[in-house]
């Protein structure tokens, strides 16, 4: 030891030269790995965005997407920014007076403007699709229907957004496109397997929507659309139940309860000391409804709940038409349903009137008891417990809590072994799901058919890897001058 330090002392240069290498080495290292996440990351995140009116029969609601402008093809990138709720009802109440349509959207369209950067406005897209309310209202009147979407149309026009047209959507393509949303957001597209079924209720139409095999979408051509996304085939079974959304079916169960024409109805779908007066011409006058105001009917009549769950399903069960499947498997009204497959995500009135009655996390059985208790609960009972609920949604859930339970079971055939397979959701990831995303990921055509290329390692592995790789380097380097050193005052000594 002795002998080293005399060396070090007699040569003070070995020192100053390691030091200067070591130091060099370090900030050749911190160099790099700059240079590196300055080269991979953009220098300010900028984003682009879209919005999709959803005309629904009960109500109107603005949905603003923002995603980050360069990662367009990522799976799960588009986020739901904004909400807005349009006041009033949907578009198609407006029949008989349709400029208001058009108006009843400024004060979101409003929104829409300051939740938008100003200089993103020209280049954002704008849609807006209509329902099953406006699909009714079509098959009604297709004049009033015309102006109606004329209205909307002249106000969306007049924004400055990419305005990009005013449709009424199929039932297919909202089942399709509510299935796409679910399985973008919950990033299930890019894995090519395992997705999610979309059950989805809404007013006046309700849709079942789930992938199965190729050799089962064959038997309904109706039934079937396939999708092509980041390389992977899919066959979608979807269908579309106009007159099946909670509000149209309530119409079905009451014109069906009075047939006789009959001044007091005693419904066992509502609670009992529940009553109000309803006029005929509002159950009857629905396109959904086929028979006609029955010829002794009044004006109207007096709707009285008695609460009684069974009997509930019985009046629910006659709305529904087991007979006459030409296919191998059907659901119900004949309508073909291959077997259920995989997972299913229940939204939109599934949601509300589910997580309202608790039954979105328990056993088949449970919820049929727990349906039976909120049945038989008298109004008044009912109104003390839940005060800031509103009434028309309160007096309902009796009979849309047994209507979805009719329709799940005995309609689209979940058991009590699968019904365990179906998640009440109403968003995803901080998204709303419905049909909005995905029309819109479909129409800027924001899936792409391929998988894009994308690079070997992630942005942070490349990162790490780059400085794991340097690290290594310099103690080689660090390893080698010190036996380099070594070797060369162990030869000064033996000098
Ligand atoms: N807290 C809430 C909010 C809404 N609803 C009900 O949920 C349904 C609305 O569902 P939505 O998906 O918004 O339907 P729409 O888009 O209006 O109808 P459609 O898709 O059939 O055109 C309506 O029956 C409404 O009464 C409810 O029960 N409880």
Not at 292 to 317: I, W, Y
Not at 337 to 361: D, E, I, K, R
Not at 381 to 390: A, E, G, L, R, T
Not at 419 to 439: E, Q, R
Request: charged share 15%.
């Amino acid at each position: 030891m002795a002998e080293q330090r005399e060396m070090k002392e007699k040569n003070p240069w070995h020192k100053a030269v390691v030091i200067f290498i070591a130091v060099l080495g370090i900030i050749a290292i911190v160099a790099l790995v700059t240079t590196a996440v300055l080269q991979n990351k953009p220098l300010q995140q900028k984003f682009k965005y879209g919005i999709v009116l959803d005309a629904g029969s009960s109500h109107t609601a603005v949905y603003i997407y923002e995603w980050p402008a360069e990662k367009e093809n990522d799976t799960g990138r588009v986020k739901q920014k904004h909400f807005c709720q349009v006041k009033g009802p949907g578009i198609s109440s407006y029949s008989l007076s349709p400029e208001q349509a058009g108006h009843s959207l400024r004060l979101c369209i409003q929104e829409a403007v300051l939740n938008v950067p100003r200089r993103r406005h020209h280049e954002t897209p704008l849609y807006l699709g209509a329902t099953a309310g406006m699909r009714l209202l079509r098959m009604e009147n297709q004049s009033l229907c015309d102006q109606v979407l004329g209205s909307v149309e002249k106000v969306l026009q007049s924004t400055p957004f990419d305005y990009q047209g005013a449709r009424i959507i199929s039932g297919q393509e909202e089942g399709a496109f509510g299935w796409v949303t679910v399985n973008y957001l919950s990033d299930r597209l890019k894995q090519g397997s395992g997705t999610t079924g979309a059950l989805d209720l809404g007013g006046a139409s309700t849709q079942i929507t789930f992938a199965t095999n190729q050799d089962e979408t064959g038997e309904s051509a109706e039934n079937t659309v396939t999708f092509r996304l980041y390389g992977n085939d899919y066959f979608l079974y979807t269908h579309s139940f106009l007159c099946y959304g909670k509000d149209q079916v309530l119409k079905l169960a009451l014109a069906q309860q009075t047939q006789a024409g009959a001044s007091t109805l005693l419904d066992p779908c509502f609670n009992q000391g529940y009553s109000t007066n309803l006029s005929y011409s509002s159950v009857y006058s629905s396109p959904c409804i086929t028979t006609q105001k029955p010829l002794a009917a009044g004006e109207g009549f007096t709707h009285r709940g008695t609460g009684n769950a069974l009997q509930c399903q019985e009046v629910v069960r006659r709305i529904f038409n087991f007979s006459g499947c030409t296919f191998s498997h059907c659901s119900f009204n004949g309508v073909y349903q291959p077997p259920l497959q995989g997972q299913f995500g229940a939204f939109s009135a599934y949601y509300f009137v589910m997580n309202f009655l608790n039954l979105t996390s328990d056993t088949l059985e449970n919820n049929m008891e727990k349906m039976a208790r909120y049945c038989s609960t008298p109004w008044t009972q009912i109104k003390q417990q839940f005060p800031n609920v509103k009434e028309k949604y309160l007096a309902e859930y009796c009979f849309s809590g047994t209507y979805i339970l009719f329709l799940l079971t005995h309609g689209y055939n979940f058991t009590s072994d699968t019904w365990s397979n179906i998640k009440f959701i109403k968003k995803i990831s901080g998204s709303d799901a419905g049909w909005t995303l995905g029309y819109m990921l479909n129409l800027t055509n924001m899936i792409p058919a391929e998988a894009p290329d994308t690079p070997p390692l992630p942005h942070a592995g490349y990162v790490t890897l780059l400085l794991f790789t340097s690290l290594l380097l310099f103690l080689i380097l660090l390893c080698s001058l010190r036996s380099l050193w070594v070797r060369c005052t162990s030869q000064r000594q033996i000098i």
